[in-house]
C-alpha cells in the first residue's frame, strides 16, 4: 500500500501537468475577441473589412490587445451599452502609447456621434476630451491644461476615468491630467480605438469597469485572457490528458516487455521520471507559444524515451525471444493502418489552411450574416426548355440553397468560351448593413473552356480568383451537345463530361448551403437541359471510421497480446506490443484533438501547423525504435538510421517553415506563390500569370455574379428622364469603413440629388483590390449594358500600392486615356477622384500616375475633384479614416461633400439640355 500511494499520487501529478499543457492549448485555440464575448468591433456594424475580422479572430497574447494592428485605427466596443439603469462610472486600464501613435477612449460612441478622450503625444493630434456630432464633426475640444505626462515612450501608464458630479476626470499615473462635464446624450457604448502607426506599440491590458446600476457599484474586469475554456470544459481536458498518459504507462510497459526482468522496470521508472520532469520544465520555461507546448512535449518524451530504451539494451541486452519479423511485419501494418487512417479522417493531418474569413464563417455563423439562409431547397430544379447564359445575365439558384447535390445538364459552347458552374455558393452581408451587397464567401467551382491556353478544370480553393485547377477527364465538343452530370457527397466530388469520369476527388467534400449558378465570360452558351437536386445520403459517416479504427485498433493489438499472454504464445505478445509502441505518438496526438473540431484548429494556422510538426516528428522519431529491436538481423544498419533520420529532419523542416519563418522571407514567397500548370499561362516567358489575369471579365466577378451594384437589382434599360450615375474603383469606392451601404459616399450623392428633386440614380460600382486596369475591364464590359450617363473614378491607391515601374503607369494612363476617349465618344461625363490617404498610412501615393490621370481627363475637358487637399484641410481631431487607405462613416461625408459640386455641374447641363 505505502508503494501504490507514491506511485498514484505521480500519476495524479502526471495527468494534472499534461492536463494544463492541453488547457492552454484547448484555450489558446478560442482565446480571440470574438470567442471573448464582451467586446465587438465599431467596424463590424458597417461595411465589411477583412481586416476587422482578422483582428477579432486573432489570439490574445500577453493579456493585452494591439490597437494597431493590421491596417491600424481599431475600434475595439464593450458589448453592454449604457441604459438608463445602468450608467458607467469609472473606466480604469493600462496603456502604452508609442512615439507618434495615440489612443482614444470612447467614453460613450452612438452612431458617429461620440464623446471620447484621446491620450497623444502627437503635436497635429492633441490629447483632450473631445465631442462629435451625428454627422461626426467636431464640436467641443477641451485640451488636457499640462499635457500629457512626459515619460519614455514605451513605459506602461496607469490610467483612471472617473464621473464624479456630472464631470468626468483623467488622472494619468495618479497625477490629475484632465476634466470634461458629461455630456448631453446618453445610452452609448465605450470602448478603445488606436491609431494607423503600424510600426510602434501601441495597447491596453488591465480593464476595470464599474457601472451604477440601482444606486450600487457593479464592477467587472477584463484581463483579455482565454475565455474560460479551461473552465468550462475541464472534464474533457482531464479524461483526454488521462488516456495520453495510460497510452504512455502502456507504451512503457509494451518496450518493457523486449527487455530481461531488471531493464524492463528500470526503463518504466526513467519513462515515468522522465516525463514528470519535461512536463514540468515545458509548463514553467518553455520559450515556445502555449498552443505548441503539448506537441513539444510529444517530441522530447520520444527523445528521452528512446535514449533511455537504446541504453538499457546496451547494458541489459533485449529478450531472446523476440519475434523480430513478425514485429517488424506487424508494427509496419499498424503504422500504415495509424497513419492512413489520421490523414484520412478530416483535414487533421493535412496542412490545409483556410482563408481567415470563410473559416470564421463556416466555425463561428454569428459573426457573418450569409446569404442565402443556410436551409436546404425543399424541390429540385428543373428546366427542360432551352435557355441562354451570356455575360451579365448567370443563372442563379438565388434562394434555393444545396448542399450535397447533383447537376446534370446539356448544353452546347461555342469556340473561344469560357464556362463557370458555381456550386455551394455562399455569400455574406456586413452585420448593419442588410442593404450590402452579397460578396462570395466561398463555392465549389468547375470551370469548362474552348479556350487554347485554358484547362478545364476543378478549382482547388475559389475566392474573387480561383487556385490552380485540378484537369478534368473527357473533351468538350464546340458547337455539339455536352452533357455534363457533377454530383458532390460526403464521398467527395464526381464529375462525368460527355461520358468519361473524373476519378472520385475525396478532397472536396460539401461546403455549407448554397446557391448554384452558371456563369459565361465571352460568348453565350445554350443550355439545352438542366437539373439540379439534393443528393443527401450516409456518405458523411464515413469520417468517423478512420477514427474508430485509429482508436481500436491499438486496443484490439492490446486485447489479442493479453490474450496470447494468457494463452502462453510470447511471440504474438510481443509483436502486438510493439505495435502499440511504436504507435503511441499518432494515438496521443489523436486524443489531443479527439474533441476538438478541424474548422476551429484552422482558425489558428501557425499554432495549429506547430503542434502539428511537433506530433509528426514525434512520430517519426518513433519508428527509431525499429533499429535497436532488429540491430542483430540488420546487415547495414546506417542505413534505416539515416533514412529515419531523414524523414525526422523533414518534419523539424516543417516547423522551421511554420514557426520561424517570415512571412515575407523570399522562400516562403515563392513556394507559397499561386503556382499554375504550362497550359494555364498567358505568356510563360513575360507575364507569368494564369491566364484568368488576363481575361477581362472576371474583374467584375463580385457584382456580376448576382447583377447588382450597392445590392439593388439594376434593369438593362434605364426610365426615360433618368440620369444613371456609377462610382467606379477599388475598395474606397466600394465602402470599407462606411456605416452602411446608404453611407458611402455613392449612396451620400444619391441623397443629396434625391433631395432636390433630380431623377438620379448613382450606383456602387466599386470592387475591392480594383485598379486601373480593373475600372478598365468593368468599364467597357459591363457597363455598356445599363448605359451609364455619368461615370466617377475614384482610383489611384491599389496602383500605387502595387509600386508600378513607369513602363507600368505608361500602361495604366494609357488604359485610362481609352476611357476618357470612350467617354467622351458616348456622351458619358467622367468625374476623375484620385483617391486621398490617411497621413498617417505608410502607404504614398504615386505622384507621376496621380499628376498624369488629371491631366488627361482635364484635356478631355472632363472635371477633376481635389479630394486628397480636402482631407489635408480636415481637422485633424475629427475620425475621418477607418483604416490607412479606407473613408470613416465621417470620412465618407467628406468625400461626398467635395464630390457634389463637380456632380451637380454634370446633372444641371443635362438637365438644361
Known amino acids: 500500500m505505502n508503494r501504490k500511494l507514491p506511485l498514484f499520487l505521480l500519476t495524479v501529478a502526471l495527468v494534472a501537468l499534461m492536463a494544463n499543457l492541453m488547457g492552454n492549448w484547448w484555450s489558446s485555440r478560442d482565446n480571440n475577441l470574438f470567442n471573448n464575448g464582451h467586446w465587438i468591433v465599431g467596424k463590424d456594424t458597417g461595411k465589411f473589412l477583412f481586416y476587422t475580422y482578422q483582428f477579432m479572430f486573432d489570439p490574445l497574447e500577453q493579456n493585452k490587445v494591439e490597437l494597431n494592428s493590421h491596417m491600424g485605427f481599431q475600434e475595439l466596443l464593450y458589448h453592454e451599452a449604457e441604459t438608463d439603469d445602468r450608467r458607467l462610472q469609472k473606466l480604469s486600464f493600462d496603456m502604452v502609447v508609442g512615439g507618434g501613435t495615440y489612443i482614444w477612449v470612447l467614453l460613450r460612441k452612438e452612431g458617429q456621434r461620440a464623446f471620447a478622450c484621446r491620450f497623444s503625444y502627437r503635436k497635429d493630434y492633441p490629447a483632450g476630451f473631445f465631442t462629435f456630432n451625428r454627422r461626426g464633426e467636431m464640436v467641443e475640444h477641451i485640451p488636457f491644461p499640462d499635457g500629457m505626462p512626459e515619460i519614455d515612450r514605451s513605459t506602461r501608464q496607469s490610467v483612471e476615468l472617473n464621473l464624479i458630479e456630472g464631470r468626468w476626470t483623467v488622472t494619468i499615473d495618479g497625477q490629475l491630467t484632465g476634466s470634461a462635464p458629461d455630456p448631453e446624450f446618453k445610452n452609448g457604448r465605450f470602448g478603445f480605438r488606436g491609431s494607423g502607426v503600424l510600426r510602434q506599440r501601441n495597447y491596453i491590458e488591465s480593464v476595470r469597469i464599474q457601472w451604477l446600476a440601482a444606486g450600487r457599484l457593479i464592477t467587472e474586469y477584463e484581463n483579455f485572457a482565454a475565455p474560460g475554456t479551461t473552465q468550462t470544459q475541464w472534464l474533457i481536458i482531464v479524461l483526454c490528458a488521462a488516456l495520453i498518459v495510460a497510452l504512455r504507462l502502456l507504451r512503457s510497459w509494451c518496450l518493457g516487455s523486449f527487455l530481461p526482468s531488471p531493464g524492463a522496470t528500470r526503463y518504466t521508472g526513467i519513462d515515468f521520471v522522465f516525463a514528470l520532469l519535461l512536463l514540468g520544465i515545458i509548463t514553467q520555461w518553455s520559450p515556445l507559444p502555449e498552443s505548441a507546448q503539448l506537441g513539444l512535449s510529444f517530441l522530447l518524451l520520444e527523445i528521452c524515451s528512446f535514449a533511455a530504451f537504446a541504453w538499457l539494451i546496451l547494458k541489459h541486452g533485449l529478450n531472446d525471444n523476440i519475434p523480430r519479423i513478425g514485429l517488424a511485419i506487424f508494427i509496419v501494418l499498424s503504422c500504415a ?441 468593368v468599364f467597357f464590359e459591363i457597363l455598356p449594358h445599363y448605359k451609364p450617363d455619368l461615370v466617377i473614378l475614384d482610383i489611384g491607391l491599389n496602383d500605387s500600392a502595387a509600386r508600378k515601374n513607369n513602363a507600368n503607369i505608361r500602361d495604366l494612363l494609357s488604359l485610362f486615356k481609352e476611357i476618357a476617349q470612350a467617354c467622351s465618344s458616348r456622351d458619358i461625363d467622367l468625374i476623375l477622384v484620385p483617391e486621398p490617404v490617411s497621413p498617417e498610412a505608410p502607404l504614398v501615393p504615386h505622384e507621376d500616375l496621380y499628376t498624369g490621370l488629371a491631366a488627361i481627363a482635364r484635356k478631355f475637358d472632363f472635371q477633376v475633384v481635389d479630394a486628397r487637399s480636402a482631407f489635408s484641410l480636415a481637422d485633424p481631431v475629427e475620425i475621418t479614416w477607418w483604416d490607412a487607405a479606407h473613408l470613416s462613416p465621417r470620412g465618407h461625408i467628406i468625400m461626398a461633400d467635395t464630390i457634389f459640386p463637380a456632380l451637380r455641374n454634370s446633372i444641371e447641363e443635362r438637365l438644361a439640355q
Open 337 to 777: 493502418i495509424a497513419t492512413f487512417s489520421l490523414f484520412r479522417h478530416g483535414d487533421w493531418a493535412g496542412r490545409k489552411q483556410y482563408p481567415p474569413a470563410t473559416t470564421a464563417a463556416a466555425s463561428y455563423p454569428g459573426a457573418f450574416i450569409r446569404y442565402p439562409d443556410p436551409r436546404p431547397s425543399q424541390t429540385d430544379i428543373i428546366r427542360r426548355e432551352p435557355f441562354n447564359v451570356s455575360f451579365g445575365q448567370p443563372f442563379t439558384t438565388g434562394d434555393m440553397a444545396f448542399n450535397q447535390q447533383e447537376i446534370a445538364m446539356d448544353f452546347i459552347m461555342p469556340v473561344n468560351t469560357t464556362f463557370d458552374i458555381g456550386f455551394q455558393q455562399q455569400s455574406f452581408f456586413t452585420r448593419g448593413d442588410p442593404a450590402g451587397e452579397p460578396l462570395p464567401l466561398q463555392r465549389r467551382l468547375v470551370r469548362l473552356s474552348t479556350v487554347d491556353h485554358v484547362s478545364s478544370g476543378v478549382a482547388t480553393q475559389t475566392g474573387r480568383q480561383p487556385e490552380p485547377f485540378i484537369p478534368l477527364q473527357g473533351t468538350l465538343l464546340p458547337g455539339q451537345t455536352n452533357t455534363l452530370h457533377i454530383r458532390s457527397t460526403g464521398q467527395g466530388l464526381e464529375i462525368t463530361l460527355n461520358g468519361q469520369e473524373t476519378p472520385l476527388m475525396v478532397s472536396m467534400p460539401p461546403l455549407g448551403y448554397g446557391e448554384t449558378v452558371l456563369m459565361t465570360y465571352e460568348q453565350p452558351i445554350l443550355i439545352q437541359r438542366l437539373g439540379i437536386k439534393s443528393a443527401y445520403n450516409q456518405a458523411a459517416k464515413q469520417y468517423s471510421w478512420p477514427l474508430l479504427g485509429l482508436l481500436g485498433f491499438p486496443f484490439i493489438a492490446l486485447t489479442g497480446g493479453l490474450l496470447f499472454r494468457m494463452l502462453g504464445s510470447t511471440t504474438p505478445t510481443l509483436a502486438c506490443a510493439g505495435a502499440v509502441a511504436v504507435t503511441f505518438p499518432l494515438l496521443s496526438y489523436l486524443a489531443s484533438v479527439l474533441f476538438v473540431d478541424t474548422l476551429r484548429l484552422s482558425l489558428m494556422p501557425v499554432d495549429r501547423l506547430t503542434f502539428l510538426d511537433f506530433a509528426l516528428a514525434a512520430s517519426a522519431w518513433s519508428m527509431l525504435y525499429w533499429i535497436p529491436l532488429h540491430h542483430k538481423r540488420i546487415r547495414h544498419p546506417a542505413l534505416p538510421a539515416n533514412v529515419f533520420l531523414v524523414v525526422f529532419i523533414a518534419c523539424v523542416t516543417f516547423l522551421i517553415w511554420d514557426i520561424f519563418l517570415p512571412a515575407e522571407h523570399p522562400l516562403k514567397t515563392h513556394f507559397a506563390a499561386t503556382s499554375s500548370k504550362p497550359g494555364e499561362l498567358v505568356d510563360k516567358d513575360v507575364m507569368k500569370a494564369p491566364w484568368y489575369a488576363g481575361n477581362k471579365r472576371i474583374g467584375g466577378n463580385m457584382f456580376v455574379w448576382k447583377q447588382q451594384f450597392e445590392g439593388r437589382w439594376i434593369p438593362l434599360e434605364k426610365e426615360p428622364g433618368t440620369i444613371r450615375a456609377f462610382v467606379l474603383g477599388g475598395s474606397q469606392a466600394w465602402g470599407s469603413g462606411a456605416g452602411s451601404t446608404r453611407d458611402t459616399f455613392s449612396g451620400l450623392l444619391e441623397q443629396q440629388c434625391r433631395q432636390r428633386g433630380w431623377p438620379v440614380e448613382v450606383y456602387n460600382a466599386g470592387v475591392n483590390g480594383a485598379g486601373v486596369s480593373a475600372v478598365h475591364d
